[in-house]
């Protein structure tokens, strides 16, 4: 059974970039639809960014447009997020989840999504 595992998380200053990394073990083509969502201290979980296998295509909430960018190399098993101009609410725990079936369509919603990581955390902290 394929496993979702995240690395990247820290601390960053505001302004600043990261870039996380979910490696799939097993194969990617188990997946169609892979995500990243993030949880907020006392917050619901919200999805951040999702890109589907067949054709590349993306998707990205309206709060992080035109800072993250999600993007995959097959040959690594891997999708990585790509954060920049990181701000003080973007601190929160990410988790990479993915799903054999679903076409990403619009912003990420977690029950659509069958298999999750543990997370990493990432605060954007002066």
């Known amino acids: 059974q394929s496993q979702l595992m995240e690395s990247g998380g820290g601390l960053v200053q505001p302004g600043g970039s990261l870039r996380l990394s979910c490696a799939i073990s097993?194969?990617?083509?188990?997946?169609?639809?892979i995500a990243w969502f993030r949880q907020a201290p006392g917050k619901e979980r919200e999805g951040v960014s999702c890109?589907?296998?067949?054709?590349?295509?993306?998707e990205v909430s309206d709060s992080v447009k035109g800072r993250f960018t999600i993007s995959r190399d097959s040959a690594k098993n891997t999708v990585y997020l790509q954060m920049n101009s990181l701000k003080t609410e973007d601190t929160a725990i990410y988790f990479c989840?993915?799903?054999?079936?679903?076409?990403?369509?619009?912003?990420?919603?977690?029950?659509?999504?069958?298999?999750w990581g543990q997370g990493t955390q990432v605060t954007v902290s002066s």
């Open positions: 890109i589907n296998r067949s054709d590349g295509s993306t």
């Open positions: 097993g194969s990617t083509l188990a997946y169609h639809a």
């Open positions: 989840a993915a799903d054999p079936d679903l076409y990403c369509a619009g912003e990420p919603q977690q029950q659509d999504f069958t298999s």
